[in-house]
């Protein structure tokens, strides 16, 4: 089974917004819990918009 590098990278980097020095400083299992899973729903997207504007990265 090869590892699935695009969509890891895909998430680190475009989903998470991680530089390139944060994501190749992660582990897979780091990057693989932002992966939505069959345990539970990924948040609506309305929902992580509403997060992200109450929540900012920026200072």
């Not at 890891?8 to 899973?37: C, H, N, V």
Request: net charge negative; aromatic share 10%.
């Amino acid at each position: 089974m090869k590892f699935p590098w695009d969509q890891m990278m895909a998430m680190g980097l475009g989903t998470l917004r991680l530089s390139p020095r944060e994501f190749w400083a992660a582990t897979p299992r780091e990057i693989a819990a932002a992966f939505p899973t069959s345990k539970g729903a990924a948040l609506p997207r309305g929902v992580l918009e509403q997060l992200l504007e109450q929540f900012p990265d920026e200072t």
